[in-house]
């Protein structure tokens, strides 16, 4: 019986590893975004929404790197203020909100009105321009209850919420919320997010998302133990 092959090389490779600026989509908060979240995060920390919030970010980010015309200056704080709204509404509510099969969309809508008015008192402190400031909060004012898309950056803010469901972190989250199995939570996440996309990036990104949480699950892959 042959032993199994080694897989530690032996050597240090460090010097050889690249610095995270120079790969693509390897990324961190800017200044400017860090701003905004640093005031966000008090609104966040209810039901995962802080975690959930920076995973939408870099979703975001990396949907705004294939979509020229999009204006980051108003996805980004968007994103990062879009669920400061449920800090308002009683935790023990929230899941009962949002629950597959069920659902309390006054709650839903509450956490958006809310969320616009949280948004718009942070970025006026932070010294936004007017229009700027009425573009971002108009996404988040109906980020989840608006079935259309208002432009682009409402397009890309809406996705990339969607898209964390079906992120290892979305999934796991899922799990716990509602005390479901992997493949249970894989199944809810992926059937919410497909078919409720506007762009094709991301309609991509979702099978790619699915596929890899699918083959996880997969008794061959369990196999290789």
Not at 30 to 52: F, K, M, P, Q, Y
Not at 218 to 224: D, E, F, N
Request: net charge negative; glycine share 8%.
């Amino acid at each position: 019986m042959t032993s199994p092959t080694s897989t530690r090389y032996g050597r240090d490779v460090r010097s050889h590893i690249p610095k995270g600026d120079t790969i693509d989509g390897y990324l961190t908060l800017s200044d400017r975004d860090a701003a905004i979240w640093e005031r966000a995060a008090v609104h966040l920390n209810v039901r995962n929404n802080d975690s959930h919030t920076l995973y939408a970010y870099g979703i975001a980010r990396a949907l705004l790197a294939v979509t020229s015309e999009a204006d980051d200056e108003v996805v980004l704080p968007a994103i990062l203020l879009h669920d400061t709204g449920w800090s308002t509404v009683a935790e023990h509510e929230i899941l009962e909100a949002i629950a597959p099969g069920g659902g309390r969309p006054d709650l839903v809508r509450k956490h958006e009105i809310e969320g616009a008015r949280i948004a718009r008192g942070i970025l006026s402190d932070l010294g936004y321009a007017p229009d700027l400031i009425d573009r971002i909060v108009t996404i988040i004012d109906g980020h989840d209850s608006r079935l259309t898309s208002l432009s682009i950056e409402d397009a890309i803010v809406k996705d990339a919420d969607k898209l964390w469901r079906v992120t290892p972190h979305g999934i796991a989250t899922v799990c716990g919320w509602f005390d479901l199995t992997q493949d249970e939570s894989l199944r809810i996440t992926a059937a919410r997010v497909q078919g409720s996309l506007f762009t094709d990036a991301a309609r991509t990104m979702a099978r790619t998302l699915t596929a890899i949480a699918s083959i996880d699950l997969a008794p061959q892959r369990h196999g290789l133990g």
